[in-house]
């Protein structure tokens, strides 16, 4: 518990240069969400082949040290584990009975509860992997710049993007600062004593309560002084007739236009796949 | 040229009988190009004072003028104020927004909507002036502490302010790392006319400022030169502050018998040519 910032990467940013960083954030934003959609659609093992090829391809490109984004996902797979071994155990469907292994109870291990929840497990894992890999290929300022772009039609509605973009990327700034203060509070509680993964559930959730309660109380503190340091540099959020200016603009180059047809030749791809592949 | 006149200011919740105000009628005034330190043990109101001369507190009684302008006049003058009046916090990671360190100084022109142009100088300036350059595409998580600190002065500066207020900067950060910082806030000060106002409870860094202003519970205890302030030991040490250590060693002297040294000595140099100049 002590060491969680070592094992989670999620929230940074690496500026290495590669093709992925270099890409317009609209076109990454746009491929990230054909390629989820598709992720989250299929179920076979065949396209879930050809997705990890994908990643694997998406990983080259990165030029990000695979050792890194791995480390980066172990607790996430951690918990992953536990939640899989929960799901074999509770699954239930008719055609489960010809497939049983072991059977307790209301507790069943069968082959198909084992094959459905490793399939689920893996898209939920190529999902992680995807944004973690969003998140560390763009920075936070181009991500809400090419999510403002692409959303600016809805301020025809009335909707305020811009604000809502913000608190979207404030959020996500957030996640290494909160895993730094989880560090922080664990640390302080185990000299005290505190034993987290020792006891029963109960004593557990108790101690488990000495690192929320403040990590809520420093979360709320932060956000009030980040506000406070926006605003006093004068960033207006719905002030009328405030229009900030950008640093970098928006170029949309063929690369980004060959990522895009990419993305969606590979979404239909991974959909046929699922449809006419029997496993 | 900022004038506090009368200033009270009571947080929200304080009972007025029971608690005494975060500031009791302050009057002071600030011209440009001084540098000063304001020195004050924890609650003496060093920080709310900044908050108000920043604009980012109103005072309930009284009135703060920015170069002419109320804080309390609300419309665009509050955001001209917030521009004139820079203020950096104690903690960078409060204050920071972006992920990389040339998103971070754009920050600040952007939100005053200047062109590409602009930002792009501006940004490239404070790259030079705070030695970021070579850190110019980093992560800001990336940074140590006192570049982080480096990095809230520079996004702050990028703005132009003619006033320049830093809230304990030095507190997170190592001392040769903090005595840098002011070196180069000084500088800054010097070359460009910027006013300086370095908040502080380190007795050892107000002797190079051109002034010092002592806060105890929420009034001004004292406001002189550094060798005006620190001949009131019985003042200062009442409101919970030592003399430097320069200072203390040359008045332990004087009781020793060395009368001809001088009644305030301020730094190392200071003592050394003191010391010479016996016969």
Redesign the interface.
């Known amino acids: 518990m002590i060491e969680i910032s070592r094992h989670i990467s999620f929230g940074q940013y690496v500026d290495n240069g590669s093709r992925l960083t270099r890409l317009d954030p609209r076109a990454k934003i746009l491929c990230f969400v054909i390629v989820v959609a598709a992720v989250t659609y299929i179920s076979h093992f065949a396209s879930l082949a050809l997705c990890l090829l994908f990643c694997l391809f998406l990983q080259w490109l990165s030029r990000l040290p695979l050792r890194y984004v791995l480390q980066g996902m172990r607790m996430f797979i951690s918990f992953l584990l536990i939640l899989f071994a929960f799901q074999v155990l509770f699954y239930t469907s008719s055609t489960q009975a010809a497939s049983t292994i072991w059977h307790w109870g209301v507790l069943t291990v069968s082959w198909e509860g084992i094959i459905h929840s490793t399939q689920v497990d893996l898209r939920v894992i190529f999902l992680y992997y995807l944004t973690s890999l969003l998140m560390l290929t763009t920075s936070l300022v181009d991500l809400a710049d090419g999510a403002e772009a692409l959303l600016r039609p809805l301020r025809r509605l009335g909707l305020p993007v811009h604000e809502l973009v913000m608190v979207f990327v404030v959020a996500l700034k957030f996640v290494p600062l909160l895993i730094t203060e989880v560090e922080r509070l664990s640390i302080a509680q185990a000299t005290r004593g505190v034993r987290f993964g020792r006891g029963n559930p109960l004593q557990r959730i108790r101690a488990l309560s000495g690192i929320i309660v403040p990590l809520f109380m420093s979360g709320l503190q932060r956000v009030e002084m980040l506000s406070t340091a926006m605003e006093a540099r004068c960033y207006r959020a719905g002030y009328r007739g405030w229009r900030r200016s950008k640093l970098r603009a928006l170029h949309w180059n063929r690369s980004d236009s060959l990522a895009l047809v990419c993305s969606a030749l590979l979404c239909a791809l991974l959909i046929a796949l699922n449809l006419v592949s029997p496993f | 040229m900022i004038e506090v006149n009368n200033v009270t200011f009571r947080y929200s919740g304080e009972a007025e009988e029971d608690i005494a105000p975060a500031l009791a009628g302050v009057t002071l005034r600030i011209d440009e190009g001084e540098t000063i330190a304001l020195i004050g043990h924890n609650g003496s109101g060093k920080s709310t004072l900044a ?1 108000l001369l ?1 604009a ?1 507190l109103l005072p309930q009684q009284g009135s703060v003028i920015v170069d002419g302008l109320r804080t309390d006049a609300g419309g665009e003058s509050l ?1 001209q104020i ?2 004139t009046v ?2 950096v ?1 104690q ?1 960078p ?3 920071l ?4 360190v ?2 971070e100084i ?11 142009f602009e ?2 100088e501006r ?1 490239e300036e404070v790259l030079d002036l705070l030695d970021l350059r070579p850190h110019a ?3 800001v ?1 990336d940074l140590s502490q006192g570049q982080k600190q480096r990095l809230a002065v520079a ?2 500066l990028a ?1 132009r302010p003619r006033y320049l207020i830093l809230d304990e900067p030095t507190t997170m950060i190592p001392g040769r790392t903090a005595e840098q910082l002011l070196e180069t806030v000084r500088r800054l000060a010097r070359e460009r006319g910027i006013s300086v106002l370095h908040i502080t409870h380190h007795m050892h860094e107000l002797v190079d400022f051109d002034r010092v202003i002592v806060m105890d519970r929420g009034r001004v205890l004292l406001d002189g030169t550094p060798a005006n302030v620190l001949r009131h030991r019985e003042e200062l040490e009442r409101a919970g502050l030592g003399l430097p250590l320069i200072t203390q060693l040359g008045q332990r002297l004087r009781a020793r018998g060395w009368s001809q040294l001088p009644e305030v000595l301020l730094t190392l140099d200071d003592l050394k040519a003191a010391l010479c100049s016996l016969k």
């Open positions: 908050r920043a980012i955001w917030r521009q820079g203020l916090f903690n990671d409060d204050q927004v972006a992920n990389t040339i998103d754009a920050f600040g022109p952007e939100n005053l909507g200047l062109p590409r930002i792009e940004v595409h980093r992560a998580s996004g702050v703005m």
